[in-house]
Structure formats: structure tokens, C-alpha cells
């Protein structure tokens, strides 16, 4: 079975801190994803990796950088977090090539106070 | 700008009630429609649909596609508690690995 872990299931920050989400997957996933969950939006994309240092925006880039130096992890960072990014943030990722089947982490709920 | 819209936005029935979600979108370059089913946790993968018309069926919950009205339709029949979920529409598009567009989900719950 595919795992994907995510390094926290709840956190909370206070603004101006610069907060690390990590996502771990084991299944030798090309593509990995960042996603922010909130309620009457739905899923909105914010970077995705498709290989080790290669990133790309997705939807919702502001205020997030990532970083992905192994295959394995994905990091999504809040350089300096603000009271607008408490969301509940999901990780996922799939093969290149089969992308449509991505495999999601069980998620972090990032309250910023 | 490609759009997934779902509804209703959230729902509430009794056990053994029938339910249809309903999924539409507006999107350029459609490759295929995907359902999830998202409990407590992550999205669970449900149904990927590419071809009109044809059902996708699993236990209880059957899902179709009508590319023409570009939409897509879920069903659970005799519902349970523990269909209570949020389901989530998205929909693919392009190649590459930016290409699922995900809805606002609908919330289910299932009463005893």
C-alpha cells in the first residue's frame, strides 16, 4: 500500500513565524503535491514537484516556497505565516505519467494565531 | 479559467435513503473525471470516468459521465453511516503533472 505520511496533524503558529510542513511518501513517487483545504473552495493546488528540485506553481503560490531534495520529501514552507494560511494543508503524490490516482497524506490543520 | 463546481454543497439523508451528487465543469483540454471519497483522513480515489455514457459501478456507489452536458453524476444507494463524507469531483486535464482540478466537494451525512 502506498504511504504517505506528513510530518504534523495539528499545528498552531503564531503570524510572522516561518513554519515547515513535510511530507514523506514510499512509494518512489515522481510527483508530489501541495494542496490547502478550505471550506467552500475545496482543494486548490499550491506547488507540485514532478522530481527532485524541479518545482512548479500550481494555483495558490503566494506566501509558500517548497523544497524537494530527495525523492521521498516534499516540504512546503510559510516563510512568515499569516492568520489567512490556517487551512488544512494535504500532501499527495502519483507516478509520472498516472497522475489522475494521487495518493493523499492525512493532512495538517495550520491554525496561525 | 477551468471551473469543477459540485452540489449540492452539503446533505443530509436517513439510512437507506438513495443519494445523487452532481459534478459539472468547465474546463479546456478534458482528459477524464475523477471521484474521491474523503473521510476524517486523506481523499480516497473512488471512480476515474473518460468515456460518456458508461457506468462505473462499486457495491453501492455508481458514478456516470455525459460529456455533452459535461457533467458527472454519483450514486449511493441504501445509504449507511458510514457513507457520511465529503465527496470530491475533479477533473483532469492536459498532460503533465499540474492537471487536477478539484471541486468544492459535497458534504454527506447519513443519519440512523
Known amino acids: 500500500d502506498v504511504k504517505v505520511t506528513q510530518s504534523s496533524r495539528y499545528l498552531v503558529k503564531r503570524t510572522g513565524e516561518k513554519v515547515f510542513l513535510e511530507c514523506v511518501q514510499d512509494?518512489?513517487?515522481?510527483?508530489m503535491f501541495w494542496y490547502r483545504q478550505d471550506p467552500g473552495l475545496g482543494l486548490r493546488l499550491i506547488y507540485f514537484?514532478?522530481?527532485?528540485?524541479?518545482?512548479e506553481k500550481g494555483d495558490i503560490p503566494e506566501g509558500y516556497s517548497v523544497s524537494r531534495e530527495k525523492k521521498e520529501r516534499f516540504s512546503l514552507i510559510l516563510e512568515s505565516a499569516s492568520t489567512n494560511q490556517t487551512s488544512m494543508y494535504l500532501c499527495?503524490?502519483?507516478?509520472?505519467?498516472?497522475?489522475?490516482?494521487?495518493?493523499f497524506g492525512p493532512g495538517t490543520r495550520l491554525t496561525v494565531t | 479559467e477551468d471551473k469543477v463546481v459540485q452540489s449540492p454543497l452539503s446533505l443530509v439523508v436517513h439510512e437507506g435513503d438513495t443519494v445523487t451528487l452532481n459534478c459539472s465543469y468547465e474546463?479546456?483540454?478534458?482528459?477524464?473525471l475523477l471521484w474521491y471519497k474523503q473521510e476524517k483522513k486523506a481523499p480516497t480515489f473512488l471512480f476515474m470516468l473518460?468515456?460518456?455514457?458508461i457506468e462505473k459501478k462499486s457495491g453501492r456507489l455508481s458514478s456516470i459521465l455525459d460529456k455533452k452536458e459535461l457533467s458527472s453524476i454519483l450514486n449511493i444507494t441504501a445509504t449507511q453511516t458510514g457513507d457520511s463524507a465529503i465527496y470530491l469531483c475533479?477533473?483532469?486535464?492536459?498532460?503533465?503533472?499540474?492537471?487536477?482540478?478539484f471541486g468544492t466537494g459535497t458534504r454527506l451525512t447519513v443519519i440512523p
Open positions: 499527495a503524490s502519483g507516478l509520472a505519467g498516472v497522475s489522475y490516482e494521487q495518493y
Open positions: 473518460t468515456s460518456s455514457g
Open positions: 514537484s514532478y522530481d527532485v528540485k524541479m518545482k
Open positions: 474546463v479546456t483540454n478534458f482528459r477524464s
Open positions: 475533479a477533473v483532469l486535464v492536459r498532460t503533465g503533472a499540474n492537471n487536477l482540478f
Open positions: 512509494m518512489d513517487h515522481e510527483n
